[in-house]
């Protein structure tokens, strides 16, 4: 019960890392406020945070189907969607829910990012350059409010079961194949190895981490 008498905004709870995110908090004793809207509506993130009301842990889950072009086909439409699904939305999430947290001096901002940021892919020049702003937000506020004792860090992960990115139906693939042979330890993480992670960053474990990129990839950053 690590999280007993807390309150917990998990975002997109219906995807990416949302379920693993969900079972594992309530089962360490958080109150989670699970949410499902669509961040990309201006006002949405405030509106949720007012609603939530008082948050002790932020969880910003957000994710957006990839795009596979080659930075010659990618559109501004196209460039321009990756950062309104993940870039702005963290950015008004953490805004929100930041002056309540200061104010009490205690707080944890816990992203799940992508791992694509951190090693350069082909045909991912949208998808990539906007998982890579939300880790250099993470670095630039986490060091921010640290003197305020609030704590934000990010994983940057890839090759984790989940629905949104490895569905079954890809797991069948020979492309999936390929890269678990590219991946040192050659499996995808259960998604609770995830969230385990997250539970870490969000408790009272992990308070001298700050604006911290946490990769979770089997390796496959190293390579």
């Given amino acids: 019960m690590r999280l007993q008498g807390k309150r917990a905004v998990i975002t997109q709870v219906s995807a990416f890392m949302g379920p693993d995110l969900l079972t594992t908090f309530r089962r360490e004793g958080a109150e989670v406020i ?3 809207r669509d961040l990309i509506a201006p006002g949405a993130a405030e509106a949720l945070i007012a609603e939530a009301g008082h948050v002790d842990i932020l969880v910003a889950n957000l ?3 990839r795009p596979d072009r080659s930075v010659l086909e990618t559109d501004d439409a196209t460039f321009r969607a990756m950062y309104e699904a993940m870039v702005f939305p963290l950015h008004r999430l953490v ?3 930041l ?3 200061i104010e009490r001096r205690h707080g944890k901002i816990v992203v799940i990012g992508s791992a694509s940021a951190l090693r350069g892919m082909p045909n991912y020049t949208a998808y990539g350059s906007a998982r890579g702003a939300q880790l250099a937000y993470v670095q630039d506020v986490g060091v921010e409010v640290a003197p305020h004792n609030v704590q934000v860090n990010a994983i940057a992960q890839t090759h984790v079961n ?3 990115y490895f569905p079954e139906s890809f797991q069948a693939t020979e492309t999936f194949k390929e890269r678990m042979r590219a991946t040192p330890i050659g499996r995808l993480a259960h998604g609770w190895e995830s969230a385990a992670l997250a539970l870490f960053l969000a408790g009272g ?3 001298f981490f700050v604006g911290q990129v946490f990769p979770f990839s089997g390796g496959w950053v190293m390579r």
């Fill in 205 to 207: 474990e992990s308070d």
């Fill in 63 to 65: 994710a957006a189907i």
């Fill in 99 to 101: 002056p309540q947290m």
């Fill in 162 to 164: 989940n629905p949104t």
């Fill in 95 to 97: 805004r929100a829910v």
């Fill in 34 to 36: 699970a949410d499902d």
